[in-house]
Nanobody, 124 residues
Framework: QVQLVESGGGLVQAGGSLRLSCAAS????????MGWLRQAPGKEREFVAS????????NYADSVKGRFTISRDNAKNTVYLHMNSLKPEDTALYYC?????????????????WGQGTQVTVSS
């Protein structure tokens, strides 16, 4: 069983930065892709970024390119989302997720395991 635990959310002013963390446990993750997705109130969950655990290839949504960076620490089994130049429209519940079978997935249904989410609120 895979467990994913997010942390690092909070309230920040527009233009500020946050770093989200996702601690993974339960099995080895060498063949997985890990992702961050987010859901704003009244909206569907959307893809933010993903990373291939082995090799570190990444993929980003157009809305966050150049502002967000996804990374991983193999020794700590942790995935990070570094968020800079935050905007009010980045306000959402951010989820960490793991995909067993799809490389760098962008669709919600391609992810097999999910964390509980961490709230990010950006004030204007």
């Amino acid at each position: 069983q895979v467990q994913l635990v997010e942390s690092g959310g909070g309230l920040v002013q527009a233009g500020g930065s946050l770093r989200l963390s996702c601690a993974a446990s339960g099995r080895t993750f060498n063949d997985y892709s890990m992702g961050w997705l987010r859901q704003a109130p009244g909206k569907e969950r959307e893809f933010v970024a993903s990373i291939k655990w082995s090799g570190g290839r990444t993929n980003y949504a157009d809305s966050v390119k150049g502002r967000f960076t996804i990374s991983r620490d193999n020794a700590k089994n942790t995935v990070y989302l570094h968020m800079n130049s935050l905007k009010p429209e980045d306000t959402a519940l951010y989820y960490c997720a793991a995909a067993l079978f799809t490389t760098l997935p962008t669709r919600e249904y391609e992810y097999n395991y999910w964390g509980q989410g961490t709230q990010v609120t950006v004030s204007s």
